[in-house]
Protein backbone atom coordinates (compact mmCIF):
# COMPACT_ATOMS: atom_id res chain seq x y z
CA UNK A 1 0.00 0.00 0.00
CA UNK A 2 2.57 2.77 -1.15
CA UNK A 3 -0.26 5.34 -1.26
CA UNK A 4 -0.44 4.32 2.58
CA UNK A 5 3.04 6.19 3.50
CA UNK A 6 1.94 8.74 5.67
CA UNK A 7 2.58 12.44 5.89
CA UNK A 8 5.02 11.69 8.63
CA UNK A 9 7.07 9.31 7.08
CA UNK A 10 7.48 11.93 4.09
CA UNK A 11 8.29 14.19 6.69
CA UNK A 12 10.87 12.06 8.22
CA UNK A 13 12.45 11.37 4.47
CA UNK A 14 11.84 15.36 4.12
CA UNK A 15 14.91 16.51 4.77
CA UNK A 16 16.47 14.02 2.14
CA UNK A 17 14.20 14.73 -0.15
CA UNK A 18 14.81 18.21 -0.15
CA UNK A 19 18.31 17.06 -0.48
CA UNK A 20 17.60 15.75 -3.90
CA UNK A 21 14.89 18.41 -5.12
CA UNK A 22 17.67 21.41 -4.98
CA UNK A 23 20.28 19.03 -5.91
CA UNK A 24 22.85 18.42 -3.88
CA UNK A 25 25.24 21.22 -4.81
CA UNK A 26 22.43 23.70 -3.74
CA UNK A 27 22.17 22.29 -0.74
CA UNK A 28 25.90 22.03 0.04
CA UNK A 29 26.23 25.51 -1.04
CA UNK A 30 23.52 26.59 1.47
CA UNK A 31 25.44 25.30 3.89
CA UNK A 32 28.50 26.56 3.28
CA UNK A 33 27.14 30.14 3.27
CA UNK A 34 25.83 29.90 6.68
CA UNK A 35 28.95 28.39 8.02
CA UNK A 36 30.84 31.36 6.08
CA UNK A 37 28.75 33.56 8.03
CA UNK A 38 28.91 31.97 10.93
CA UNK A 39 32.47 32.04 10.98
CA UNK A 40 33.09 35.89 9.72
CA UNK A 41 31.15 36.70 12.96
CA UNK A 42 33.08 34.61 15.36
CA UNK A 43 36.84 36.24 13.62
CA UNK A 44 34.92 39.75 13.61
CA UNK A 45 34.61 39.02 17.71
CA UNK A 46 38.01 38.02 17.97
CA UNK A 47 39.48 40.76 15.76
CA UNK A 48 37.24 43.82 17.22
CA UNK A 49 38.74 41.82 20.60
CA UNK A 50 42.12 42.49 19.45
CA UNK A 51 42.29 45.69 18.09
CA UNK A 52 40.06 46.95 21.16
CA UNK A 53 42.71 45.35 23.67
CA UNK A 54 45.61 48.31 24.51
CA UNK A 55 44.55 51.00 22.66
CA UNK A 56 41.07 51.54 23.79
CA UNK A 57 40.92 49.34 27.06
CA UNK A 58 43.23 48.26 29.63
CA UNK A 59 44.53 44.79 28.56
CA UNK A 60 44.76 43.66 32.03
CA UNK A 61 40.83 43.87 32.12
CA UNK A 62 39.85 41.98 28.84
CA UNK A 63 43.34 40.59 27.96
CA UNK A 64 43.33 39.41 24.00
CA UNK A 65 42.80 37.03 21.93
CA UNK A 66 46.40 36.20 20.98
CA UNK A 67 47.10 36.56 25.20
CA UNK A 68 44.77 33.75 25.76
CA UNK A 69 45.97 31.97 23.23
CA UNK A 70 49.38 31.73 24.06
CA UNK A 71 48.09 30.94 27.77
CA UNK A 72 46.48 28.27 26.73
CA UNK A 73 49.51 26.50 24.93
CA UNK A 74 51.47 27.28 28.09
CA UNK A 75 49.59 26.40 30.68
CA UNK A 76 48.93 23.32 28.75
CA UNK A 77 52.92 22.64 27.92
CA UNK A 78 54.24 24.32 30.88
CA UNK A 79 52.23 25.16 33.25
CA UNK A 80 50.25 22.72 35.59
CA UNK A 81 46.21 23.39 33.81
CA UNK A 82 46.97 19.45 32.79
CA UNK A 83 46.59 18.55 36.53
CA UNK A 84 43.98 21.53 37.19
CA UNK A 85 41.33 19.58 34.38
CA UNK A 86 42.05 16.41 35.58
CA UNK A 87 40.86 17.28 39.19
CA UNK A 88 37.84 19.08 38.30
CA UNK A 89 36.93 16.63 35.70
CA UNK A 90 37.19 13.67 38.31
CA UNK A 91 35.00 15.78 40.75
CA UNK A 92 32.09 15.80 38.32
CA UNK A 93 32.91 12.43 36.59
CA UNK A 94 32.07 11.15 39.94
CA UNK A 95 29.76 13.37 40.94
CA UNK A 96 27.78 14.04 38.00
CA UNK A 97 26.51 10.20 37.70
CA UNK A 98 26.05 9.58 41.16
CA UNK A 99 23.96 12.56 41.20
CA UNK A 100 21.74 11.66 38.02
CA UNK A 101 21.32 8.19 38.64
CA UNK A 102 20.19 9.29 42.20
CA UNK A 103 18.04 11.53 40.92
CA UNK A 104 16.41 9.57 38.07
CA UNK A 105 16.04 6.45 40.89
CA UNK A 106 13.88 8.82 42.84
CA UNK A 107 11.89 10.22 40.09
CA UNK A 108 10.88 7.15 39.36
CA UNK A 109 10.17 6.33 42.86
CA UNK A 110 8.28 9.15 43.56
CA UNK A 111 6.06 8.38 39.99
CA UNK A 112 5.70 4.92 41.48
CA UNK A 113 4.71 4.84 44.62
CA UNK A 114 1.77 7.56 45.18
CA UNK A 115 2.37 7.27 49.02
CA UNK A 116 5.94 8.20 48.70
CA UNK A 117 5.27 11.29 46.69
CA UNK A 118 2.54 12.57 49.24
CA UNK A 119 5.13 12.04 51.96
CA UNK A 120 8.23 13.67 50.75
CA UNK A 121 6.79 15.49 47.58
CA UNK A 122 6.78 19.08 49.63
CA UNK A 123 9.93 18.07 51.65
CA UNK A 124 11.37 18.13 48.58
CA UNK A 125 10.57 21.08 47.51
CA UNK A 126 11.37 22.92 49.96
CA UNK A 127 14.91 22.13 49.88
CA UNK A 128 14.77 22.84 46.62
CA UNK A 129 14.07 26.57 47.33
CA UNK A 130 17.40 26.76 48.92
CA UNK A 131 20.21 28.15 47.06
CA UNK A 132 22.29 24.95 46.65
CA UNK A 133 25.34 26.56 45.90
CA UNK A 134 25.39 28.06 49.25
CA UNK A 135 25.73 24.95 50.36
CA UNK A 136 29.36 24.88 49.22
CA UNK A 137 31.05 26.03 52.08
CA UNK A 138 29.39 23.25 54.32
CA UNK A 139 30.48 20.79 52.11
CA UNK A 140 34.06 21.68 52.91
CA UNK A 141 33.49 21.78 56.38
CA UNK A 142 31.86 18.13 55.77
CA UNK A 143 34.02 16.60 53.83
CA UNK A 144 37.34 18.74 53.65
CA UNK A 145 38.93 20.95 51.18
CA UNK A 146 40.13 17.99 48.77
CA UNK A 147 37.73 15.87 46.01
CA UNK A 148 34.53 14.97 47.81
CA UNK A 149 33.62 18.25 48.61
CA UNK A 150 33.64 19.23 45.46
CA UNK A 151 31.95 15.55 44.50
CA UNK A 152 28.74 16.54 47.07
CA UNK A 153 28.34 20.19 45.30
CA UNK A 154 28.24 18.39 41.94
CA UNK A 155 25.94 15.78 43.30
CA UNK A 156 23.88 18.08 44.69
CA UNK A 157 22.96 20.19 41.68
CA UNK A 158 23.01 16.97 39.43
CA UNK A 159 20.62 15.54 41.03
CA UNK A 160 17.87 18.07 41.71
CA UNK A 161 17.83 18.32 38.11
CA UNK A 162 17.28 15.13 37.21
CA UNK A 163 14.94 14.39 40.09
CA UNK A 164 12.58 16.48 38.90
CA UNK A 165 12.41 16.09 35.21
CA UNK A 166 12.13 12.45 35.76
CA UNK A 167 9.35 13.13 38.13
CA UNK A 168 7.34 15.35 35.61
CA UNK A 169 8.05 12.63 33.34
CA UNK A 170 6.62 9.90 35.10
CA UNK A 171 3.20 12.23 36.14
CA UNK A 172 2.98 13.26 32.41
CA UNK A 173 3.16 9.61 31.17
CA UNK A 174 0.49 8.20 29.45
CA UNK A 175 -1.65 6.04 31.96
CA UNK A 176 -2.55 3.95 28.97
CA UNK A 177 0.64 2.70 27.07
CA UNK A 178 0.98 0.54 31.06
CA UNK A 179 -2.51 -0.75 31.02
CA UNK A 180 -2.25 -1.75 28.10
CA UNK A 181 1.46 -3.60 28.93
CA UNK A 182 -0.02 -4.85 32.06
CA UNK A 183 -2.87 -6.10 29.94
CA UNK A 184 -0.84 -8.28 28.15
CA UNK A 185 0.78 -9.35 31.24
CA UNK A 186 4.21 -7.30 30.86
CA UNK A 187 5.03 -6.41 34.38
CA UNK A 188 7.75 -6.24 36.48
CA UNK A 189 11.70 -5.24 35.30
CA UNK A 190 9.69 -5.19 31.88
CA UNK A 191 7.27 -3.21 32.86
CA UNK A 192 9.76 -0.90 34.27
CA UNK A 193 12.26 -1.15 31.16
CA UNK A 194 9.98 -1.91 28.01
CA UNK A 195 7.25 0.47 28.96
CA UNK A 196 8.09 3.42 31.18
CA UNK A 197 11.36 4.12 30.68
CA UNK A 198 11.41 4.03 27.25
CA UNK A 199 7.81 6.84 27.71
CA UNK A 200 9.92 8.69 29.87
CA UNK A 201 13.04 8.81 28.28
CA UNK A 202 12.67 12.28 27.10
CA UNK A 203 11.94 14.02 29.99
CA UNK A 204 15.00 11.47 31.71
CA UNK A 205 17.32 12.73 28.37
CA UNK A 206 16.20 16.79 28.91
CA UNK A 207 17.28 16.43 32.83
CA UNK A 208 20.69 15.22 32.28
CA UNK A 209 21.33 17.72 29.06
CA UNK A 210 20.50 20.40 31.71
CA UNK A 211 22.09 19.21 34.43
CA UNK A 212 25.38 19.08 32.43
CA UNK A 213 26.56 22.58 32.52
CA UNK A 214 25.41 22.63 36.25
CA UNK A 215 27.17 20.05 37.49
CA UNK A 216 30.53 21.95 36.24
CA UNK A 217 29.05 24.83 38.03
CA UNK A 218 29.10 23.06 41.10
CA UNK A 219 32.59 21.70 40.75
CA UNK A 220 33.96 25.20 40.37
CA UNK A 221 31.80 26.77 43.29
CA UNK A 222 33.52 24.34 45.16
CA UNK A 223 37.04 25.04 44.19
CA UNK A 224 35.94 28.89 44.59
CA UNK A 225 35.46 28.34 47.63
CA UNK A 226 38.08 26.13 49.30
CA UNK A 227 40.52 24.61 46.98
CA UNK A 228 44.41 23.75 45.95
CA UNK A 229 43.86 22.51 42.57
CA UNK A 230 41.00 22.62 39.89
CA UNK A 231 40.03 24.22 37.41
CA UNK A 232 37.74 26.95 39.80
CA UNK A 233 40.69 26.86 41.65
CA UNK A 234 43.19 28.37 38.83
CA UNK A 235 40.70 31.09 37.85
CA UNK A 236 40.34 32.60 41.24
CA UNK A 237 44.38 32.56 41.81
CA UNK A 238 45.07 33.87 38.20
CA UNK A 239 42.21 36.55 39.02
CA UNK A 240 43.83 37.27 42.00
CA UNK A 241 47.24 38.16 40.25
CA UNK A 242 45.35 39.71 37.66
CA UNK A 243 46.51 37.31 34.77
CA UNK A 244 43.64 37.67 32.70
CA UNK A 245 44.65 35.84 30.39
CA UNK A 246 44.82 33.01 32.25
CA UNK A 247 41.31 33.70 33.55
CA UNK A 248 40.12 33.34 30.34
CA UNK A 249 41.92 30.33 29.34
CA UNK A 250 40.31 28.63 32.21
CA UNK A 251 36.78 29.67 30.93
CA UNK A 252 37.33 28.60 27.68
CA UNK A 253 38.75 24.91 29.30
CA UNK A 254 35.54 24.56 31.35
CA UNK A 255 33.50 25.71 28.14
CA UNK A 256 34.84 22.81 26.37
CA UNK A 257 34.27 20.21 29.26
CA UNK A 258 30.63 21.20 28.74
CA UNK A 259 30.81 21.01 24.93
CA UNK A 260 32.15 18.00 25.05
CA UNK A 261 29.93 16.18 27.55
CA UNK A 262 26.95 17.73 25.69
CA UNK A 263 27.94 15.98 22.65
CA UNK A 264 28.51 12.64 24.31
CA UNK A 265 24.89 13.36 26.14
CA UNK A 266 23.09 14.23 22.67
CA UNK A 267 24.37 11.21 20.58
CA UNK A 268 23.15 8.94 23.60
CA UNK A 269 20.04 10.45 23.20
CA UNK A 270 19.61 10.42 19.39
CA UNK A 271 20.50 7.04 19.43
CA UNK A 272 17.53 6.33 22.06
CA UNK A 273 15.04 8.42 21.02
CA UNK A 274 15.59 7.68 17.48
CA UNK A 275 12.21 6.45 17.55
CA UNK A 276 10.79 10.22 17.97
CA UNK A 277 9.47 11.87 14.72
CA UNK A 278 12.58 14.94 14.64
CA UNK A 279 10.58 18.18 14.34
CA UNK A 280 12.07 19.90 11.84
CA UNK A 281 12.19 24.23 11.58
CA UNK A 282 8.56 25.23 12.04
CA UNK A 283 7.53 26.73 8.84
CA UNK A 284 5.17 29.20 9.22
CA UNK A 285 4.44 29.72 5.50
CA UNK A 286 4.32 26.70 3.24
CA UNK B 1 -23.65 -18.66 41.34
CA UNK B 2 -27.51 -19.86 42.32
CA UNK B 3 -28.92 -20.21 39.10
CA UNK B 4 -31.35 -22.86 38.33
CA UNK B 5 -29.98 -25.14 35.37
CA UNK B 6 -31.16 -23.88 32.21
CA UNK B 7 -32.28 -25.78 29.06
CA UNK B 8 -29.66 -24.90 26.83
CA UNK B 9 -31.57 -22.35 24.19
CA UNK B 10 -30.39 -21.92 20.79
CA UNK B 11 -31.68 -18.29 20.48
CA UNK B 12 -31.24 -16.75 23.82
CA UNK B 13 -28.11 -16.26 25.21
CA UNK B 14 -27.44 -18.98 27.65
CA UNK B 15 -25.88 -17.76 31.30
CA UNK B 16 -23.92 -20.80 31.69
CA UNK B 17 -21.09 -21.22 28.97
CA UNK B 18 -21.20 -17.34 28.98
CA UNK B 19 -17.67 -16.21 28.34
CA UNK B 20 -18.24 -12.82 29.68
CA UNK B 21 -21.37 -12.40 32.38
CA UNK B 22 -22.29 -8.44 33.58
CA UNK B 23 -24.19 -9.14 36.35
CA UNK B 24 -26.46 -5.78 37.70
CA UNK B 25 -23.33 -3.60 37.39
CA UNK B 26 -23.25 -0.16 38.13
CA UNK B 27 -20.49 2.53 38.04
CA UNK B 28 -20.50 5.74 39.26
CA UNK B 29 -17.40 8.26 39.62
CA UNK B 30 -16.62 11.06 42.01
CA UNK B 31 -15.40 14.23 40.44
CA UNK B 32 -14.17 16.95 42.91
CA UNK B 33 -16.83 19.67 41.01
CA UNK B 34 -19.95 18.22 40.40
CA UNK B 35 -20.22 15.30 43.49
CA UNK B 36 -21.13 12.08 41.83
CA UNK B 37 -21.64 11.18 38.27
CA UNK B 38 -23.85 8.14 37.69
CA UNK B 39 -22.05 6.16 34.26
CA UNK B 40 -23.69 2.97 34.23
CA UNK B 41 -26.39 1.61 36.26
CA UNK B 42 -27.88 -1.62 36.61
CA UNK B 43 -26.28 -3.29 33.24
CA UNK B 44 -27.22 -7.36 32.75
CA UNK B 45 -25.24 -8.72 29.69
CA UNK B 46 -23.88 -12.47 28.94
CA UNK B 47 -21.72 -12.49 26.01
CA UNK B 48 -20.94 -16.27 24.03
CA UNK B 49 -17.68 -17.06 23.24
CA UNK B 50 -17.11 -16.37 19.62
CA UNK B 51 -19.42 -14.00 19.48
CA UNK B 52 -19.22 -9.95 17.64
CA UNK B 53 -21.28 -8.00 19.94
CA UNK B 54 -21.36 -4.30 19.27
CA UNK B 55 -22.17 -1.52 22.01
CA UNK B 56 -23.72 1.65 20.74
CA UNK B 57 -25.51 4.67 22.35
CA UNK B 58 -25.00 8.70 22.57
CA UNK B 59 -21.43 9.98 23.42
CA UNK B 60 -20.99 10.21 27.40
CA UNK B 61 -23.58 6.90 27.98
CA UNK B 62 -20.53 5.10 29.22
CA UNK B 63 -19.94 2.63 26.91
CA UNK B 64 -16.50 2.84 26.87
CA UNK B 65 -16.92 2.23 30.95
CA UNK B 66 -18.47 -1.17 30.63
CA UNK B 67 -15.36 -2.15 28.33
CA UNK B 68 -12.91 -0.79 31.19
CA UNK B 69 -14.87 -2.53 33.50
CA UNK B 70 -14.58 -5.66 31.41
CA UNK B 71 -10.78 -5.31 31.21
CA UNK B 72 -10.27 -4.79 34.90
CA UNK B 73 -8.92 -1.23 34.49
CA UNK B 74 -11.48 -0.41 37.17
CA UNK B 75 -13.54 -1.35 39.59
CA UNK B 76 -17.63 -1.61 39.47
CA UNK B 77 -19.81 0.51 42.44
CA UNK B 78 -22.15 -2.09 42.73
CA UNK B 79 -22.54 -5.60 40.95
CA UNK B 80 -20.11 -7.70 39.56
CA UNK B 81 -18.76 -9.14 36.25
CA UNK B 82 -17.76 -12.66 35.86
CA UNK B 83 -15.23 -13.53 33.28
CA UNK B 84 -15.28 -17.66 32.31
CA UNK B 85 -17.12 -18.01 35.29
CA UNK B 86 -14.58 -15.96 37.64
CA UNK B 87 -15.08 -12.40 39.02
CA UNK B 88 -13.23 -9.63 37.27
CA UNK B 89 -10.90 -8.15 40.01
CA UNK B 90 -7.86 -6.45 39.44
CA UNK B 91 -6.10 -6.25 35.72
CA UNK B 92 -8.12 -9.10 33.31
CA UNK B 93 -5.08 -9.74 31.40
CA UNK B 94 -7.22 -12.82 29.40
CA UNK B 95 -8.64 -9.61 27.45
CA UNK B 96 -7.07 -7.86 24.56
CA UNK B 97 -8.00 -3.93 24.17
CA UNK B 98 -7.87 -1.98 21.42
CA UNK B 99 -7.86 1.77 22.55
CA UNK B 100 -9.47 4.50 20.52
CA UNK B 101 -6.06 5.74 19.66
CA UNK B 102 -4.11 3.44 18.65
CA UNK B 103 -1.54 3.65 21.68
CA UNK B 104 0.98 1.88 19.68
CA UNK B 105 4.13 2.03 22.15
CA UNK B 106 5.94 4.63 20.25
CA UNK B 107 9.32 3.82 20.83
CA UNK B 108 9.02 -0.13 20.21
CA UNK B 109 8.92 -1.17 15.86
CA UNK B 110 5.88 -2.37 14.41
CA UNK B 111 7.11 -6.03 14.68
CA UNK B 112 8.20 -5.52 17.99
CA UNK B 113 4.54 -3.95 18.64
CA UNK B 114 2.70 -6.99 17.70
CA UNK B 115 5.06 -9.08 19.40
CA UNK B 116 4.71 -7.27 22.48
CA UNK B 117 2.69 -9.25 24.20
CA UNK B 118 4.10 -12.76 23.20
CA UNK B 119 5.14 -13.62 26.67
CA UNK B 120 8.39 -16.02 26.70
CA UNK B 121 6.66 -18.23 28.76
CA UNK B 122 4.03 -19.23 26.15
CA UNK B 123 5.76 -18.35 23.11
CA UNK B 124 9.20 -20.33 22.20
CA UNK B 125 11.42 -17.68 20.21
CA UNK B 126 10.33 -19.73 16.73
CA UNK B 127 6.88 -19.50 17.85
CA UNK B 128 7.07 -15.79 18.73
CA UNK B 129 8.78 -14.91 15.06
CA UNK B 130 5.94 -17.18 13.05
CA UNK B 131 3.25 -15.41 15.31
CA UNK B 132 4.62 -11.95 14.37
CA UNK B 133 4.68 -12.82 11.23
CA UNK B 134 1.55 -14.25 10.84
CA UNK B 135 -0.13 -11.04 11.83
CA UNK B 136 1.67 -8.46 10.23
CA UNK B 137 0.65 -10.43 7.00
CA UNK B 138 -2.99 -10.59 8.05
CA UNK B 139 -2.75 -6.95 9.01
CA UNK B 140 -1.13 -5.44 5.54
CA UNK B 141 1.99 -4.67 7.48
CA UNK B 142 4.26 -6.77 5.55
CA UNK B 143 7.56 -4.43 4.88
CA UNK B 144 7.27 -1.96 7.64
CA UNK B 145 8.30 -4.26 10.02
CA UNK B 146 11.09 -2.35 11.15
CA UNK B 147 9.29 0.91 11.05
CA UNK B 148 8.26 2.92 14.06
CA UNK B 149 4.71 4.37 14.88
CA UNK B 150 5.71 7.72 13.53
CA UNK B 151 6.08 6.81 10.58
CA UNK B 152 2.51 4.82 9.99
CA UNK B 153 -0.38 6.43 8.67
CA UNK B 154 -3.85 6.49 11.03
CA UNK B 155 -4.85 3.05 9.00
CA UNK B 156 -1.83 1.40 9.11
CA UNK B 157 -1.33 2.27 13.05
CA UNK B 158 -4.77 1.14 13.65
CA UNK B 159 -4.23 -2.30 11.80
CA UNK B 160 -1.09 -2.81 14.21
CA UNK B 161 -2.79 -1.77 17.41
CA UNK B 162 -5.22 -4.31 16.42
CA UNK B 163 -3.23 -6.91 15.59
CA UNK B 164 -1.12 -6.11 18.76
CA UNK B 165 -4.60 -7.44 20.48
CA UNK B 166 -5.12 -10.28 18.16
CA UNK B 167 -1.24 -11.65 18.21
CA UNK B 168 -1.29 -12.99 21.68
CA UNK B 169 -4.58 -15.25 21.42
CA UNK B 170 -6.58 -13.67 24.28
CA UNK B 171 -10.10 -15.46 24.62
CA UNK B 172 -11.87 -11.89 24.11
CA UNK B 173 -11.14 -8.45 22.64
CA UNK B 174 -12.81 -5.54 23.16
CA UNK B 175 -12.49 -2.55 21.22
CA UNK B 176 -13.25 1.52 22.02
CA UNK B 177 -14.25 2.86 18.90
CA UNK B 178 -11.42 2.05 17.15
CA UNK B 179 -12.11 3.26 13.73
CA UNK B 180 -13.65 6.26 15.26
CA UNK B 181 -11.12 8.91 14.32
CA UNK B 182 -10.24 7.51 10.37
CA UNK B 183 -11.82 8.72 7.04
CA UNK B 184 -15.10 6.83 5.47
CA UNK B 185 -13.32 5.07 3.02
CA UNK B 186 -9.88 3.39 5.24
CA UNK B 187 -12.73 2.82 7.91
CA UNK B 188 -14.52 0.65 5.58
CA UNK B 189 -11.65 -1.31 4.48
CA UNK B 190 -10.66 -1.81 7.91
CA UNK B 191 -13.91 -2.90 9.27
CA UNK B 192 -13.90 -5.72 5.92
CA UNK B 193 -10.58 -6.69 7.16
CA UNK B 194 -11.48 -6.89 10.61
CA UNK B 195 -14.37 -8.91 10.02
CA UNK B 196 -11.91 -11.44 7.71
CA UNK B 197 -9.76 -12.15 10.65
CA UNK B 198 -12.27 -12.19 13.14
CA UNK B 199 -14.06 -15.18 10.85
CA UNK B 200 -10.78 -16.80 10.46
CA UNK B 201 -10.31 -16.52 14.59
CA UNK B 202 -13.49 -16.22 15.84
CA UNK B 203 -12.57 -14.51 19.21
CA UNK B 204 -15.00 -12.94 21.03
CA UNK B 205 -15.18 -9.40 20.06
CA UNK B 206 -16.85 -6.70 22.15
CA UNK B 207 -16.63 -3.80 20.34
CA UNK B 208 -17.70 -0.13 21.13
CA UNK B 209 -19.07 2.04 18.52
CA UNK B 210 -21.14 5.12 18.09
CA UNK B 211 -21.73 4.73 14.09
CA UNK B 212 -25.20 2.73 13.87
CA UNK B 213 -24.12 1.69 10.20
CA UNK B 214 -21.05 -0.42 12.03
CA UNK B 215 -22.63 -1.22 14.65
CA UNK B 216 -25.16 -3.55 12.45
CA UNK B 217 -22.83 -3.96 9.92
CA UNK B 218 -20.16 -6.43 12.16
CA UNK B 219 -22.32 -7.87 14.92
CA UNK B 220 -23.83 -10.41 15.91
CA UNK B 221 -26.15 -8.53 18.53
CA UNK B 222 -26.17 -5.04 19.23
CA UNK B 223 -26.35 -3.71 22.18
CA UNK B 224 -28.06 0.09 22.84
CA UNK B 225 -27.55 1.79 25.64
CA UNK B 226 -29.12 4.61 26.53
CA UNK B 227 -28.04 8.55 28.17
CA UNK B 228 -25.80 8.79 31.18
CA UNK B 229 -26.16 6.77 33.67
CA UNK B 230 -25.74 4.52 30.39
CA UNK B 231 -28.39 1.62 30.93
CA UNK B 232 -29.30 -1.19 28.63
CA UNK B 233 -32.17 0.00 26.33
CA UNK B 234 -32.45 -2.97 24.08
CA UNK B 235 -30.57 -5.86 22.46
CA UNK B 236 -30.68 -6.48 18.82
CA UNK B 237 -30.05 -9.46 17.06
CA UNK B 238 -28.66 -8.97 13.53
CA UNK B 239 -29.57 -11.77 11.05
CA UNK B 240 -27.22 -11.20 8.29
CA UNK B 241 -25.70 -13.78 6.62
CA UNK B 242 -21.75 -14.60 7.28
CA UNK B 243 -19.43 -13.72 5.48
CA UNK B 244 -20.26 -10.28 4.78
CA UNK B 245 -19.77 -7.53 2.11
CA UNK B 246 -19.14 -4.15 4.16
CA UNK B 247 -18.61 -2.75 1.15
CA UNK B 248 -22.48 -3.29 -0.11
CA UNK B 249 -23.80 -4.17 3.32
CA UNK B 250 -27.00 -2.10 2.56
CA UNK B 251 -28.12 -4.43 0.03
CA UNK B 252 -27.94 -8.00 2.44
CA UNK B 253 -30.79 -9.30 3.56
CA UNK B 254 -31.48 -8.32 7.19
CA UNK B 255 -29.82 -5.19 7.04
CA UNK B 256 -32.65 -3.06 6.91
CA UNK B 257 -34.18 -4.58 9.23
CA UNK B 258 -31.83 -4.50 12.54
CA UNK B 259 -30.52 -1.10 11.30
CA UNK B 260 -34.67 0.03 11.11
CA UNK B 261 -34.95 -1.17 14.80
CA UNK B 262 -32.23 0.43 15.70
CA UNK B 263 -32.61 3.92 14.23
CA UNK B 264 -36.18 3.83 15.81
CA UNK B 265 -34.87 3.09 19.56
CA UNK B 266 -32.39 5.87 18.94
CA UNK B 267 -34.58 8.74 17.11
CA UNK B 268 -36.52 7.96 20.36
CA UNK B 269 -33.16 8.40 22.21
CA UNK B 270 -32.17 11.64 20.79
CA UNK B 271 -35.38 13.21 21.20
CA UNK B 272 -35.17 12.53 24.83
CA UNK B 273 -31.59 14.07 24.87
CA UNK B 274 -32.38 17.40 23.13
CA UNK B 275 -34.01 19.31 26.14
Given amino acids: ?286 | MLDLPQAPSQTAPSANNAVIKVENVCKVFQTPSQGSLGALANIELDILPGEFVTVVGPSGCGKSTLLRLIAGFSGCSTGRILFQGEEVRGLNTKVGYVPQESKLFPWLTVEENVGFGLSPKRYSRADRDKQIDYFIHLAGLAGFEKYYPAQLSGGMSKRASIVRALAYEPPVILMDEPFGPLDAQTRMVLQDELLKIWEQKRQTIVFVTHDLVEAVALADRVVVMTHRPGQIKDIIKVTMTRPRNIFEIHRQEGFDEAYSRLWTIFRHELNIGTH
Avoid: C
Avoid at chain 1, 18 to 33: E, I, P, Q, V
Avoid at chain 1, 133 to 150: D, M, N
Avoid at chain 1, 152 to 172: A, C, E
Fill in chain 1, 1 to 286: MPEEISQKTRQLTSSRSLATALGKSALSLRSFYIALFRTSIIVGFLLLWHIASGPWIEPFLISSPTRIFSSLIEGFTAGDLLQHTWVTFQEIAIGFPVGAIAGIALGYAFGRSKLLAEIFEPIIIALNGIPRTALAPLFIVWLGIGLWSKVGVVFLLTFFLNFFNTYTGMRQMDQEYVDLARLMGVKGWKLTFKVIFPAISPYVFTGIRTSIPFSVIGAIVGEFVAATEGVGFFIRMSAGIFRTADVFVGIIVLMIMVIIMDKIAALIERRALRWQTQTEHIQIQA
